[in-house]
Each structure stands twice: as structure tokens, then as C-alpha cells.
């Protein structure tokens, strides 16, 4: 299986609202990732975990807040959203963080947030 | 901070016709990623090329890597109307104990019946 999943597909949600996004891969990848896109803008990187544990942060708000709960899944919690935080969200795993060597990633389909 | 530029923005052809894109990038990597996106989803990977290679194929795809000139180009070969997709290439460079991938704007590819 080499598919990252992810959901919903699509979330519409107030300023106030509380929400989660959810993200799964069952290719024994140890490392994931959030990354955020806005419309014809190459996606940025927000999040990294590896073995679970949070490794990068790229000077998110912290509005997002990301959950590893187990190697298979990675949350990313939304509290008090602006606006412009509307994107699409992407998930992507590989198999390790490399060092200097690199790996490719595997992304899920998004999820399309519309912040009211 | 986006590391890779991409020329063309955008690029229009006919079903048949090979595809050129190419990618430059500023600073030193250790490899180089292309992407493909269609349109509001998810990225695919297409091809890793690494900092010592030069050159990499993948069935009607072509990656070269010139590291003296800092660039990158992907040739798609017979392209199909399938091939209409967003490309992105992404540098992986070492920092911090991790290698990033850094994207670029993206070249916007419409191949016509």
C-alpha cells in the first residue's frame, strides 16, 4: 500500500471553530510532514515528525497544532482560524528524515479548507 | 523561502510534442526531486536525481542535473493530453539535521488533443 490518506477532503469552518484534519500511510514511513499550499503557490512546508516526535516547525501560529498519536497517523488541530489560513492542506510521508541523502515523499490528495 | 525558479510558468502544447521544463536553484543541494500535481490534489513523485548524478530517466521522462550552472530540467517525451499538470522541482538540501525540500513556483503544463 502506498497511499496516503487523508480527511476530509474538504472542511468550510467559522473563525472559532475547532477542527482536525487527519492523515494516515501504512508504508511504515517514519517520517511526516504538513505542508500548506495556497491557489498556483508551491506547497510550504509547516510540520515534520520523525519516529513521532516533532521535529521541525517552521514558525507555525499556533493556531495549527500537530498530533503524531502513532506512527501510522498525524493530526493537525485548527483553533481560532483566520481567513487567510484558507488552503489546501497536504500530508506527505517518507521513509525516514536521510540526513544527507534524501528520500522522496508521498503526499495524500489535500484537504481543501475554506476558513469563514 | 523558495529555493527553485522555474521556467516556463506556464507551457501549452499539442499531444505529441516533447515538454521541456527547467528548474534553477541558488545555493548547494544534495538532491533534486520533480513533482507533479494535477490540478488541486496531491504531488506525485516523478524522479530523485542526486547531487552526483547527471542524468535520470523514467519511462517518456528525462531529468538532467547540471550542478556547475545550478539547474535542472524535465523532459517529457510524446507528451498526452494525461501529462496537463503542475510540475514542481524540489531541492534537498541539509540543514539541522534534515534534508528539506524546498519547492519551486511550478511550471503549469496543458498538453492539447
Known amino acids: 500500500d502506498t497511499e496516503v490518506t487523508q480527511t476530509p477532503k474538504h472542511l468550510v469552518m467559522g473563525m472559532t471553530n475547532k477542527k482536525s484534519l487527519k492523515c494516515e500511510q501504512h508504508m511504515g514511513h517514519r517520517a511526516m510532514y504538513w505542508y500548506k499550499q495556497k491557489a498556483k503557490k508551491p506547497p510550504e512546508l509547516m510540520f515534520v515528525y520523525s519516529y513521532e516526535k516533532l521535529s521541525i516547525n517552521e514558525s507555525v501560529p499556533s493556531r495549527f497544532s500537530p498530533e503524531c498519536p502513532n506512527s501510522s497517523l498525524l493530526n493537525l488541530h485548527l483553533h481560532a482560524l483566520q481567513p487567510e489560513d484558507s488552503a489546501l492542506y497536504l500530508c506527505?510521508?517518507?521513509?525516514?528524515?536521510?540526513?544527507?541523502?534524501?528520500?522522496?515523499?508521498?503526499f495524500g490528495p489535500g484537504t481543501r479548507l475554506t476558513v469563514t | 523561502s523558495q529555493q527553485g525558479e522555474e521556467d516556463p510558468q506556464a507551457l501549452s502544447i499539442q499531444e505529441g510534442e516533447n515538454a521541456t521544463m527547467n528548474c534553477s536553484y541558488k545555493?548547494?543541494?544534495?538532491?533534486l526531486q520533480w513533482y507533479r500535481q494535477n490540478s488541486g490534489r496531491g504531488l506525485v513523485h516523478l524522479i530523485l536525481i542526486r547531487s552526483n548524478e547527471r542524468e535520470k530517466h523514467s519511462g517518456r521522462l528525462r531529468v538532467t542535473l547540471d550542478t556547475s550552472k545550478k539547474s535542472s530540467s524535465l523532459l517529457i517525451t510524446a507528451s498526452r493530453a494525461a501529462d496537463t499538470a503542475s510540475y514542481f522541482c524540489a531541492t534537498g538540501r541539509f540543514s539541522g539535521g534534515y534534508n528539506k525540500l524546498i519547492f519551486g513556483a511550478g511550471t503549469r503544463l496543458a498538453v492539447h488533443p
Open positions: 506527505a510521508s517518507s521513509p525516514g528524515l536521510a540526513g544527507r541523502i534524501g528520500y522522496e515523499q508521498y
Open positions: 545555493t548547494s543541494i544534495n538532491n
